[in-house]
């Protein structure tokens, strides 16, 4: 054998070796399994799309609708702010390659997996398509994935069981329960405190009671502020205008639910740079121990717990 006929033979059993090679590492039954666990249930397409989310479980049904970029709630005919990031999560879950292996074909099994559509996602986009309709079942015995498929079809799959804690959690983890757009201390000018009307807060877990509770203004006075022409505490003055800026409720009622209340204990005006006011009224706190709290602006009430309450309507001797 000549010395170019080695060459040709060894290069062409190079050749020969380098496909076994890559035929055993695309035929790998292993490699196999892992590509068809790659799976994604949202297009980047439809995902652009997308302008509702209807959320259905056994006790009741969520909407979310998109509006100018901005996802609101809808409770009866009103529409609460969501909570963005939320539903981007939900979105980037939806969309994202991930791991989803495939569990099984048979209808049979569909029931006893929580498949039948009891727990139900619905993503619709323009004339109200939908561009996913996904039944989520329970957790696997891992408990760390859940089973999911697609309506109308008989295969099932498993994955995050993130996606059943956006589908089974409670409707508040939908809302933005803020009182307040984002606003800092360096755009307030003056907060004014009343308690006209006030009728006691009914104390919950040890709190100590109030005290030398009156009506009293702030105002700004350059880096100071100011209340009965005292320079007061800055940290504790500043700390507490964050606490109101930042303020969340727990929940919100409906206007119609207003009619059950108008028995205020207190009313915060917090008066800003560019001549807007903030205004919120506390409601005294219901049986179960949380306030209403009417906020300017707001076609619905949200619900303070005590703790938070109690944190806003702080006397006078504290800012000293």
């Known amino acids: 054998m000549t010395y170019k006929q080695k060459i040709i033979f060894l290069g062409s059993t190079a050749v020969f070796l ?9 035929l790998d039954p292993a490699r196999i399994k892992a590509r068809n666990d790659r799976f994604t249930w949202l297009s980047a397409v439809s995902r652009e799309e997308a302008d509702k989310i209807e959320i259905t479980r056994s006790e009741d049904k969520v909407e979310l609708v998109q509006k100018n970029g901005v996802w609101y709630v809808l409770l009866e005919s009103i529409e609460i702010p969501a909570r963005q990031g939320r539903v981007d999560d ?14 099984g074909s048979s209808a049979a099994g569909h029931s006893a997996l929580g498949l039948d ?8 986009g323009g004339a109200g398509i939908p561009l996913l309709d996904l039944f989520v079942g329970i957790d696997d015995p891992s408990g760390k994935e859940v089973f999911l498929r697609k309506n109308g079809e ?23 329960l803020r009182l307040f757009e984002e606003r800092t201390i360096s755009q307030v000018q003056r907060i004014q405190v009343l308690f006209s009307g006030y009728k006691g807060l009914e104390i919950q877990d040890d709190e100590e009671p109030p005290v030398d509770y009156r009506d009293f203004t702030i105002t700004r006075n350059g880096e100071n502020w100011v209340m009965d022409g005292i320079i007061l505490d800055r940290d504790k003055t500043e700390a507490w205008i964050q606490d109101i800026l930042e303020a969340h409720g ?10 059950s209340f108008f028995d205020p204990i207190a009313r915060i005006r917090v008066e800003l740079g560019d001549g807007s006011v903030l205004d919120l009224q506390i409601e005294k706190a219901g049986q179960n121990g949380k306030s209403p709290v009417i906020v300017s602006g707001k076609p619905y009430l949200f619900v303070l717990p005590q703790r938070t309450v109690i944190r806003l309507l702080r006397e006078t001797g504290h800012f000293l």
């Not at 939900?90 to 292996?101: E, K």
């Not at 008989?154 to 933005?176: A, K, M, P, Q």
Request: net charge positive; glycine share 8%; no cysteine.
């Open 90 to 103: 939900l979105f980037r879950l939806l969309t994202n390659r991930g791991s989803f292996p495939r569990r």
């Open 250 to 259: 727990d929940d919100v009622l409906t206007a119609d639910d207003l009619s």
């Open 18 to 26: 380098t496909l076994v090679y890559a035929l055993t590492l695309i």
């Open 117 to 124: 559509g009891s727990s139900r996602l619905v993503i619709r």
């Open 154 to 176: 008989n295969e099932f799959r498993s994955g995050d069981r993130l996606i059943g804690s956006y589908v089974n959690g409670e409707r508040t983890t939908w809302y933005n």
